[in-house]
């Protein structure tokens, strides 16, 4: 794969959630040397900076906005700001998560249980609800979620996870056949697979980083993915080693 040009996405505005580190701020990075606005909004406004920092020396363009996807109103809020000053959306990628704890379904926490829930369905909603409208004055609208395996494939003390996840899959799934014939918007739901992430670390703890791909690997497929013409409801799984 090569990198797409820096005019690429030149004009447009693109949005990404959990964007202070891992496959977040990596696609964040890619899409403005893409060059977009690239919208960054996480919990950690320290990390949110220097990813924003990073851009701007590399000569891409960003704005920070730091937001607690679980607070109230905080995507409406989020979704205002966007529409007062670029009266637009034209890509959005839902990318925060949360992994609650690996246990089995009968000891999950519902605290924690709930706080994924909502971080990982409810918020996704949210952002959907919120940002349709912009989507929808845009004359290439794309969203992208990331999903796991498990959501597909349950595997036994990932349940709270998958569940989120497959949650999910069946909201952007039904977006996907709702927008698609009466807007231009298209959805699709990516895999990124095995990945040199801090979530991917607290999940396996042993494992040598240096045996999966890096998140700029994923990135790098993300920004290629949007310049292509895919069917809304696309799905894609990277399964690169590397």
Known sequence: MSAAPATTFEGQIALVTGASRGIGAATAKALAAAGAHVVLTGRDTKALETVEEAIFEAGGS???????????DGIARLATAVSQRWGKLDILVINAAILPELTS???????VFNKALTTNVLASQALIANFDPLLRKSPNARVIGMTTTVAGAPRAFWGAYGATKAALEVLLDCYAQETEKTSKIRVAIVNPGATRTAMRARAYPGEDPATVKTPETVA??????????FPSGHREFLNQSK
């Open 105 to 111: 379904v009968a000891d999950i926490d519902q605290r």
């Open 62 to 72: 960003a704005t920070i906005a730091p937001v607690d996807l679980v607070e109230p």
């Open 220 to 229: 790098e497929r993300m920004v290629e993915l949007l310049t292509e013409p």
